[in-house]
């Protein structure tokens, strides 16, 4: 009996119980005597495991229950030893369940055939395969499957349903072949750098030699490349390649946004932090015009009003919270929607590195964060114009290392964002006016 791990040896159990209990269709169940369970046998564990992952034990039930079966096992030896590590990760890619199933049904035979009736040529259950016969032959005593594979264990189990030969090698369907020799010339085609590309200096991050881009594709540099350096940024990287092709108009583009969000009302807060405060509306437009998109998670005025004054006494406060609330995808309330639905949980990148917001399903909508600190998704898709998506949340978002870093005797980030909640509307563009001479003259401080 070979060594087995704890995962194979689960796998095993697993895979047992789901053969000896599972009923067809026909009601014919399959039971422990059973030329499946067999394969269980410690020479094959490598081929059983491969066929619970390729989802064809419903298929061999039916099989079993229709025909007496063959099947043409190689042994763990041959699959761990001789088979091309990158023909396995092949296999084993989820896109590829098709040429995995297809590669075990070529080892099955609907029919029972001793190494006493070893000759002719024997279709086997690859319907999908065009050269779907297998030529068993002998030659010189030596019994071979192809002329490729020889029988090493002829009738190595046998049980009433079937029975099992241990083969020298796996056998490989042309197609299976074909599609892999695809996908193998392809992978060493892309994994050359291409003449040309673009070529960041690690020093400045600026492109080492201009590159044409013709408008629309997408940008050349990752979006905190090409992001101006601040306080939210750490390390700031160096100032972004500037914008002479401007794919799009980003600046008309932005006050649109920032228009709309004023004429449906709720959100003036933001309004007056992208416009007033602060030269996101300036840097927003010049990522737009590069090519870049973005969704904004935008605060309502409920929410922001619940801001306190040493939330944004900090240089650069009211920067670091909007930086969190962009995220440099282009996501409408559906596709998130869809995104927490399929995977449960959702990190998405933000503009403030390293820092993700993360979203789940809650209530039929999307929440970001967690606990006290959460914000839902409640005014979806107030603006969308394949650049920018704006989502309406009802909540401010701090990441959570900010809100774990605030000693335990004193009120959380996180709780001073849902406890305080008599700030009047405006409180915000009062203290940042009070800390924010620098800016020059407001026209909300007036």
């Known amino acids: 009996m070979c060594s087995m791990n704890y995962d194979a040896a689960f796998n095993l159990v697993l895979f047992t119980i789901l053969v000896t209990t599972t009923a067809l269709p026909s009601q014919t169940q399959i039971n422990s005597n059973s030329v499946l369970v067999a394969l269980l046998d410690s020479h094959y564990t490598e081929l059983s495991e491969l066929v619970e992952k390729a989802l064809l034990l419903q298929t061999l039930e039916q099989a079993v229950s229709r025909h007496n079966i063959t099947i043409l096992a190689p042994d763990n030896e041959a699959l761990e030893k001789q088979m091309d590590p990158e023909f396995k990760r092949f296999l084993l890619e989820p896109g590829n369940l098709k040429s995995l199933q297809k590669l075990l049904l070529f080892h099955i035979i609907p029919s029972r055939v001793g190494s006493n009736q070893w000759s002719g040529q024997h279709k086997t259950l690859c319907t999908e395969e065009v050269e779907n016969h297998l030529p068993l032959e002998t030659t010189s005593g030596v019994k071979t499957i192809s002329g490729i594979s020889k029988l090493t264990r002829p009738d190595d189990i046998t049980r009433p349903d079937g029975l099992i030969h241990g083969i020298e090698r796996l056998l490989i369907p042309r197609s299976v072949q074909e599609e892999f020799n695809r996908r193998r010339s392809l992978t060493s085609i892309s994994a050359v750098l291409p003449e040309g590309a673009p070529v960041v200096d690690p020093r400045t991050h600026r492109l080492k030699k201009p590159v044409q881009v013709k408008p629309g594709s997408p940008p ?22 500037g914008g002479p092709r401007h794919h799009f108009d980003g600046e008309s583009q932005v006050k649109d946004f920032i228009h709309t969000l004023l004429h449906y009302g709720g959100y003036n807060e933001l309004a007056d932090i992208l416009v007033n ?17 973005l969704t904004v998670l935008a605060p309502n005025d409920e929410a922001m009003a619940k ?8 240089p650069g406060a009211p920067e670091q919270i909007m930086y969190y609330h962009l995220i440099p995808e282009y996501q409408t309330e559906e596709s998130m929607y869809n995104s927490v639905r399929r995977f449960g949980k959702v990190k998405y990148d933000t503009l403030r590195l390293p820092h993700k917001v ?6 039929g909508s999307v929440k970001f964060g967690s606990g006290d600190g959460s ?17 309406g949340i009802d909540g401010v ?12 005797s004193k009120v959380s980030t996180t709780a001073a964002v849902k406890v305080v909640a008599k700030q009047r509307r405006g409180k915000l563009l009062e203290v940042a006016c009070s800390i924010a001479g620098a800016f020059g003259s407001f026209t909300s401080c007036n």
Not at 307 to 314: E, V
């Open 397 to 408: 978002l701090f990441p959570v290392e900010e809100t774990t870093e605030k000693p335990a």
């Open 220 to 241: 050349v540099l990752p979006i905190y490349d090409a992001m101006a350096p601040g306080p939210s940024l750490a390390p700031a990287p160096a100032p972004g390649p």
């Open 307 to 314: 801001l306190t004054t040493d939330q944004l006494s900090d």
């Open 375 to 391: 914000a839902y998704l409640f005014d979806p898709d107030i603006y969308t114009d394949g650049r920018i998506s704006v989502q």
């Open 358 to 363: 993360v979203a789940e399903e809650a209530d």
């Open 277 to 293: 405060l602060t030269s996101l509306a300036t840097e927003m437009g010049r990522l737009v015009s590069e090519g870049y998109v």
